[in-house]
């Protein structure tokens, strides 16, 4: 396993959740070299891109659904990102993954991430 993403949950409407995703592995020895994102897929629906991060944590990016809610962050040192996700909504509600562009040129395309993690669910109950 090289990245694996924890912290999913079951939250009300208006609360917080945080998430973390940990590289191991030649994922981790290598992970400062990366651009990392986090991308979310609901039942019955396609995995859609919710936020990114540069390979030394600058030009965060945004999908305009969460855009002021969520904030993305990483600690290279830790090998180590992180979603911070605030004001929750029920649209929300999703399977979250994180996913590595090895190549360091990620967009908010899924096709353009290489490595990911196994996913954590996240339930805003209303």
């Known amino acids: 396993v090289q990245l694996q993403a924890f912290g999913g949950g079951l939250v009300l409407a208006g609360g917080s959740l945080g998430l973390s995703c940990t590289a191991s592995?030649?994922?981790?020895?290598?992970?400062?070299?990366?651009?990392m994102a986090w991308f979310r897929q609901a039942p019955g629906k396609e995995r859609d891109f919710v936020a990114a991060?540069?390979?030394?944590?600058?030009?965060?990016y945004y999908a305009h659904s969460v855009r002021g809610r969520f904030t993305i962050s990483r600690d290279n040192a830790k090998g180590t990102m992180y979603l911070q996700m605030d004001s929750l909504k029920p649209e929300d509600t999703a399977v979250y993954f994180c996913?590595?562009?090895?190549?360091?040129?990620?967009?908010?395309?899924?096709?353009?991430?290489?490595?990911w993690g196994q996913g954590t669910q996240v339930t805003v109950s209303s």
């Open positions: 991060i540069s390979w030394l944590g600058g030009n965060p």
């Open positions: 996913a590595a562009a090895t190549d360091g040129l990620g967009t908010s395309k899924p096709g353009d991430y290489n490595l």
């Open positions: 592995g030649r994922a981790f020895n290598r992970f400062s070299n990366y651009r």
